[in-house]
C-alpha cells in the first residue's frame, strides 16, 4: 500500500506476539462468531471494535472479557483463510496493534 492510498485497515507487521486458542464458534446466517483464549500479557493491547490479527488475518474485535475476545468471520474470511478450518481448541498465533504497543512505551515511565 502507498503511503498516499486509502488505508483501510490496520497495519500488521506480521509478528507473532503471542499463542491463544478458539475456545467457541457459533455459526450466524451472515457470519460466524468465533471466540478466543487471550493471553494475559497481550489483554491490555486487545479492545472492543479494535483491531488484531489472528494467523495472519486483520479482523476487528466484537467483545473482550477477561480472558477471551471475540471475532466475527465472513464467508469469505471462512473460505480464503486458515480459520475457516479451524476447529475449536486448535491454536492460533496472534499479533496485537502495534500502534497501541507505541502509545504504552510513549506514556511509560521508562525512557528508554
Do not use: C
Request: net charge negative; aromatic share 6%; hydrophobic share 40%.
Amino acid at each position: 500500500m502507498a503511503a498516499s492510498s486509502r488505508f483501510g485497515g490496520h497495519v500488521v507487521q506480521g509478528h507473532v506476539d503471542g499463542v491463544a486458542s478458539i475456545v467457541e464458534r457459533e455459526p450466524g446466517a451472515q457470519w460466524e462468531s468465533v471466540r478466543f483464549s487471550l493471553p494475559l500479557e497481550l489483554a491490555r493491547y486487545v479492545v472492543e471494535k479494535g483491531s488484531v490479527t489472528v494467523d495472519g488475518v486483520s479482523l476487528t474485535v466484537m467483545g473482550v472479557e477477561p480472558d477471551s475476545f471475540t471475532v466475527g468471520l465472513i464467508p469469505t474470511t471462512l473460505a480464503r483463510t486458515t480459520l475457516g478450518r479451524k476447529g475449536v481448541g486448535d491454536p492460533v498465533n496472534l499479533e496485537v496493534d502495534v500502534i497501541a504497543k507505541y502509545v504504552e512505551r510513549l506514556l511509560s515511565d521508562r525512557g528508554v
